[in-house]
């Protein structure tokens, strides 16, 4: 996957998200979120497991996969995994600030 093509789908996704068409009810924005969360662990996984498939090739003399081709996907994939982290972080503390909120 290109940089570009990650970037575009990130635009894409925060268009989606704000969007202002009507939610019927929770429970759609939540299958929602839940589809776009999902969506975006299984590109990281894609992303993991590709890298991990070029590494393997290039280990075995594959004559068509360089070094530069390792080192870019498992840059990306280690990116991805990073940003997947901090998301993972920021909605740990958004549930740790709405659990000790007052009722």
Known sequence: MKVQGLQSEMQAMMLEATNSRP?????????????????????????????GDLQMRFDRGDENVSLSDVMIARNKSSVAFEATIQVRNKLVDAYKELMNMPV
């Open 23 to 51: 939610a019927a009810s929770g429970h759609t924005v939540g299958a929602d979120f839940g589809n776009m969360l999902n969506n975006a662990i299984n590109n990281v996984n894609g992303l993991q497991k590709s890298s």
